[in-house]
T-cell receptor, first 115, second 114 residues
Framework: NAGVTQTPKFQVLKTGQSMTLQCAQD?????MSWYRQDPGMGLRLIHY???????DQGEVPNGYNVSRSTTEDFPLRLLSAAPSQTSVYFC??????????????FGPGTRLTVL | AQKVTQAQTEISVVEKEDVTLDCVYE???????LFWYKQPPSGELVFLIR??????QNEISGRYSWNFQKSTSSFNFTITASQVVDSAVYFC???????????FGAGTTVTVRA
């Protein structure tokens, strides 16, 4: 199993450009999510999905779109990049145990710089 | 609302010293999970431990140990006989038992000097 994979690892954008961060998992996990990491703020949840066709907003969703057409993939789209979106982005996935959620495992991250 | 506080921003120790990372949390949920993740200089997030709020037993795994005290809403992490490879940012996190959403603390940067 490759686990959770993210592409690209690094990206530089100009203000106003759009792009999609890719995330895939091969563990058949129902839950996937996107976090951003900023200095001194830990990780903050952007969007999440509890299954194909179901997405919802997290703590900091503005400026980002997601969709989940398959169990494996959960892309994050930046519609019009802004310098405030300069951050490290992590994708995570998780399954379930018989009676609760399971531990989330994270991808390697994408470092995004918006000029 | 959930909140995780890691009051220590940075800790610097000499190799072989013990280091304790503090984590205090707030939640209205009666059942919840607490986590510790490690982020080494390479940048990935490595899962270390998950503890259920029902289980207040302390846990030891090699040089790592965790002290969960529900009465003080704390879930502290100790590295015994630290090594240079322990240098990393450590995050404490919290989620409700049937909720996937994680609330993270700001992280504590641990630097172990040879």
């Amino acid at each position: 199993n490759a686990g959770v994979t993210q592409t690209p690892k690094f990206q530089v954008l100009k203000t106003g450009q759009s792009m999609t961060l890719q995330c895939a998992q091969d563990m058949n996990h129902e839950y996937m999510s996107w976090y951003r990491q900023d200095p001194g703020m830990g990780l903050r949840l952007i969007h999440y999905s509890v299954g194909a066709g179901i997405t919802d907003q997290g703590e900091v969703p503005n400026g980002y779109n997601v969709s989940r057409s398959t169990t494996e993939d959960f892309p994050l789209r930046l519609l019009s990049a802004a310098p405030s979106q300069t951050s490290v982005y992590f994708c995570a996935s998780s399954g379930r145990t018989l009676w609760s959620t399971d531990t989330q495992y994270f991808g390697p991250g994408t470092r995004l710089t918006v000029l | 609302a959930q909140k995780v506080t890691q009051a220590q921003t940075e800790i610097s120790v000499v190799e072989k010293e013990d280091v304790t990372l503090d984590c205090v949390y707030e939640t209205r949920d009666t059942t919840y999970y607490l986590f510790w993740y490690k982020q080494p200089p390479s940048g990935e997030l490595v899962f270390l431990i998950r503890r259920n709020s029902f289980d207040e037993q302390n846990e030891i795994s090699g040089r790592y140990s965790w002290n969960f005290q529900k009465s003080t809403s704390s879930f502290n992490f100790t590295i015994t006989a630290s090594q240079v490879v322990d240098s990393a940012v450590y995050f404490c996190a919290l989620s409700a038992v049937n909720d996937y959403k994680l609330s993270f603390g700001a992280g504590t940067t641990v630097t172990v000097r040879a």
